[in-house]
């Protein structure tokens, strides 16, 4: 199985921490990274934690997603709302995709807090979109229930699948680097809108993040992004010494 850890963005009730740990430890997944929690360290996280004790001690705790984020291969957002222009995959597709990993690969599974969910920019730093399909009189699920159904079809595909052959993926650092150098390329010849244009490349996030981005991908595009830049200042010089 991938080195798969759950990632809970600013969680604001302890009993949702410890059931989250809980799920965790029943699944066989890596572990637990809080950013901005609440006051997690209380007896009622370690009574709903009962024995995943240890993944509440070995918690790691981040001032931000992305440092939370920085050094795994495959990021996934879990979201209530349907996108925009980006359809989100179901829990049942990322349990696939996940068991296609390399053995050890870091992936993070990010749910936002209770009260809100993740919000478009934090969604933004994951390569997928999530949601898991409920009963619409009663759509919303509770946070520690929402990992324990994404980690379950994460453990149920990874001990179904074959092993997976072998592809080295870019790390979300690299890959974020490449996309920015893309889009601001994009942006120089207008094919993006100044107004908002992380808005309309959010496809293009979808296109690679569904791909998945190997370390030559992220060389290719961002060499790419340069002769665009390039070819595009070219332009404008022999347009503007034209007689």
Request: proline residues 6%.
């Amino acid at each position: 199985m991938a080195n798969v850890r759950i990632v809970l963005v600013q969680p604001e009730s302890p009993g949702n921490v410890g059931a989250a740990a809980r799920a965790i430890a029943n699944t066989g997944l890596a572990g637990l990274d809080l950013v901005q929690p609440c006051d997690w360290r209380t007896v009622e996280a370690w009574r709903m934690a009962w024995r995943a004790e240890d993944i509440l001690e070995q918690a790691r705790v981040f001032e931000s997603l992305e440092e939370a984020i920085a050094g795994t291969v495959y990021t996934a957002g879990l979201a209530g709302r349907q996108g925009t222009r980006v359809a989100p995959i179901s829990a049942r597709e990322l349990g696939e995709e996940v068991a296609n990993l390399r053995q050890d690969d870091p992936v993070a599974l990010v749910f936002g807090c209770e009260s809100k969910g993740l919000s478009e920019k934090e969604l933004l730093c994951c390569q997928r979109r999530v949601r898991i399909p409920s009963h619409p009189t009663q759509p919303s699920l509770n946070l520690a229930q929402a990992v324990m159904v994404t980690s379950y079809e994460v453990f149920l595909s990874s001990a179904s699948s074959p092993e997976p052959i072998p592809r080295e993926r870019a790390v979300v650092s690299e890959t974020e680097r490449a996309f920015g150098a893309l889009r601001d390329a994009m942006l120089e010849i207008g094919f993006l809108p100044i107004e908002n244009p992380e808005a309309r490349f959010v496809e293009w996030r979808e296109i690679f993040g569904r791909a998945g981005l190997s370390p030559r991908d992220v060389k290719l595009i961002l060499a790419l992004a340069r002769r665009i830049k390039g070819a595009n200042r070219a332009a404008r010089r022999s347009h503007t010494t034209d007689p």
